[in-house]
């Protein structure tokens, strides 16, 4: 079992749409989860992080946290076609504590 | 401005030539990593360190050797033993485990 599980998509959503990126990970004990965007040829870009269960906006995004559930999730409102990039779960703490560890990234495509 | 540098974007190298990959940063962070991707995969660790004159591998650091005299600084050696070397190499800081910020990437290219 991978540590943090992503379904690689192509996850294609129509423009003004709700995307909803889901992640999974594997140890328990995780405390801090992140999600980055990563346009085709460079770096990944930090755009939310959370660290409690529930649920946490900032403009047309919302990651949500399922710690029970070992979830995280990151939804995107108003989808536009500049939000068409791959999008990294991160999570780290735990066992862990001094790394990131990333899934492979779900790759979102927005048609207009 | 305060940031990630990598230096330079792009690298050719002739295959069994070392080549050092810069990366700097000025942000104060204690923390710095050092990524591979190939395309169309994730991130895979290479280094990291989280204070100056240590550090330890990640989950592929065959190949590849590290240096941390500088809290600003953590240059990466792609050796001539790495077998793969042509990918795009990213260097990140963090303040210790926290929310890491990536460089722009250098892409390494071994013929």
């Known amino acids: 079992q991978k540590e943090v599980e992503q379904n690689s998509g192509p996850l294609s959503v129509p423009e003004g749409a709700i995307a909803s990126l889901n992640c999974t990970y594997s140890?328990?004990?995780?405390?801090?989860f992140f999600w980055y965007r990563q346009y085709s040829g460079k770096s990944p870009e930090l755009i939310m992080s959370?660290?409690?269960?529930g649920d946490k906006e900032d403009g047309r995004f919302t990651a949500q946290l399922n710690k029970a559930s070992q979830y995280v999730s990151l939804l995107i409102r108003d989808s536009q076609p500049s939000d068409s990039a791959t999008y990294l779960c991160?999570?780290?703490?735990?066992?862990?504590?001094?790394?990131?560890?990333f899934g492979s990234g779900t790759r979102l495509s927005i048609r207009p | 401005d305060g940031g990630i540098t990598q230096s330079p974007k792009y690298l050719f190298r002739k295959e069994g030539q070392n080549v050092t990959l810069s990366c700097e940063q000025n942000?104060?962070?204690?923390?710095m990593y050092w990524y591979r991707q190939d395309p169309g995969q994730g991130l895979r660790l290479i280094y990291y360190?989280?204070?100056?004159?240590?550090?330890q591998k990640g989950d592929i650091a065959e190949g590849y050797s590290v240096s941390r005299e500088k809290k600003e600084s953590f240059p990466l050696t792609v050796t001539s033993a790495q077998k793969n070397p042509t990918a795009f190499y990213l260097c990140?800081?963090?303040?210790?485990?926290?929310?890491?910020?990536f460089g722009p990437g250098t892409r390494l290219t071994v013929t």
């Open positions: 140890d328990r004990v995780s405390q801090s």
């Open positions: 942000l104060n962070h204690d923390a």
């Open positions: 991160a999570v780290n703490g735990g066992s862990s504590a001094s790394k990131i560890i």
């Open positions: 990140a800081s963090s303040i210790f485990s926290y929310e890491q910020y």
């Open positions: 360190s989280q204070i100056v004159n240590d550090f």
């Open positions: 959370i660290y409690s269960n």
